[in-house]
């Protein structure tokens, strides 16, 4: 019993990469777990409650609730996924170009940065949205403008710190150019922290993504995403909760999951026992 013990809390831990590998399966080749068409309409099996037909039921128009879970992981993730990397390598740049700028460049940069900051990140999607109009690739844009700020300033203050080290020091002596010392010493050594902030952010934009598809502002119908698939069940709450709750339970862990790994990512760069 107290090797049973002793394991478990090993294997509970396990439970958020299991459940992430699992997502990224979903993700590339969601045929694998399920050989169900998404996209399928069958009337007469609308609203069907979970059972051996359609483990997790069906929807309104008679489509597999599981299939589209899964399928819709696609989207969601996708989205989350490439907002996230757009917003980290705009990030970079912006807080690399902030810290190694000019005074008076600097302060612009991190007053605009600070302006951005004080926005909620869905509040300000949401504006860049309204202008560009709906879609999956003016999703993306929209919540990677709201995250670059998030990435800007640390490496801003992580660059103040390496551009004023010894070996940076050394560099300039040894008369290395400054765009060698940027991108073989300062760039290198000022990424520490964004795997952390990548993998937490990723939650936070998979939140954003389907906050958005909820609103009508992201993938549109009939494609199978989380947020879209959350709007199209709120009609049908009192008569069918499973087609709402699968979903939402996909969008809560997949957020949760991510949180708890970038948290022991967090532990691990800062030297703390994960």
């Known amino acids: 019993m107290s090797v049973l013990t002793r394991g478990a809390p090993g294997r509970i831990r396990l439970l958020p990469v299991a459940y992430l590998a699992l997502l990224a399966l979903a993700v590339a080749a969601p045929w694998l777990l399920t050989g169900t068409d998404p996209l399928a309409a069958d009337p007469l099996a609308a609203l069907t409650p979970p059972g051996a037909d359609h483990w997790l039921g069906s929807d309104h128009l008679g489509r597999d609730v599981l299939a589209r879970v899964l399928y819709g992981a696609r989207h969601s993730v996708s989205i989350g996924v490439a907002a996230t990397a757009l917003a980290v390598t705009a990030g970079v740049l912006l807080g690399l170009a902030a810290g190694l700028a000019p005074k008076w460049l600097d302060e612009a940069l991190a007053r605009s940065f600070d302006v951005l900051s004080t926005l909620p990140e869905l509040l300000l999607a949401l504006l860049v949205v309204a202008i560009t109009g709906p879609g999956t690739g ?137």
């Not at 490496?155 to 940027?182: D, K, P």
């Open 138 to 274: 003016n999703a993306i844009l929209a919540i990677a403008i709201a995250q670059i700020p998030n990435y800007a300033r640390v490496i801003r203050a992580q660059t103040f710190v390496v551009r004023r080290s010894g070996y940076v020091e050394h560099a300039v002596t040894f008369g290395h150019s400054r765009l060698a010392i940027t991108a073989g010493h300062v760039l290198p050594n000022v990424l520490g922290p964004i795997p952390v902030l990548a993998t937490i952010g990723l939650g936070q934009a998979v939140i954003a993504g389907s906050g958005l598809s909820f609103l009508g502002m992201g993938p549109q119908p009939p494609a199978a995403e989380w947020g879209a698939m959350l709007s199209e069940a709120r009609n049908y709450l009192r008569v069918a909760w499973w087609e709402a709750l699968f979903p939402g339970l996909a969008i809560t862990l997949t957020v949760v999951c991510l949180t708890v790994v970038g948290r022991r990512l967090q532990a691990r760069f800062e030297g703390r026992t994960p």
